[in-house]
């Protein structure tokens, strides 16, 4: 047995509802640490290149099945830019819906939802991975997805927008506090415009998440979205690489 396995059956974590908490703590926890501190990364070993990205096309309609990967995606922007993202959590009049909600968004946004106050947030800071399976799911239309934005190019990327459960309550609420809510057809979907759009840092994290983890298979890291980044992202460990941010 090795050190890895020891660990994850002392813990308990044996079920993929545990492994996918496990990586949602580490992947935060590698928010509030240095960039490639290699010293003090956890050997995931076996655990995390246990099940692909790709494996959930058919068999899932959550993005929280690649909960563990996201979160090593927004420690990864952060590592590039420590301004990007900034971590909310439920309380204050802030609701966080499902476990499927990837609670960041820039620090400006992260205010002035606070400041409205009694929101239900279903979604918010969305990666690259979670995008790619909108899309793939959309195009098979699957979980009821009435549409879906190119990887890459999500509103939910750009770290300044956020859904909300009881978005016909909190219009008014939302605009007064710089929300803008003007996305046809996407009642739910409100856009913070004083935030920058930081759209392409998730595809580049990925990018350099990949080629930390794969140094005999490297692409390019550009922040764009292409055939050679989805070839990977479709290979990629969906509970998270072995190194992380």
Known sequence: MTQSQGFHRLFGFGSTAARLRLHTMLGAAALLGACGVDAEEPDLGELSSEVRVDSFLTSSCSTAVVIGLSNQIAAEVSCINPSSLTRFAAGSGITIASNAVLPFLSARAKTDLQAVGNVSVNSAFRTVAAQYLLVEWF??????ITAAAAPGRSNHESGRAVDLGNFSSRITAMANHGWSHSVPGDPVHFDHLASADIRGRDTLAFQRLWNRNNPSDLIGAD?????????????????GFARGA
């Open 139 to 144: 195009n098979r239309g699957r979980c009821g």
């Open 223 to 239: 922040g764009i979205y292409g055939p050679q980044t989805e070839a990977r992202l479709r290979r990629s460990p969906a509970e």
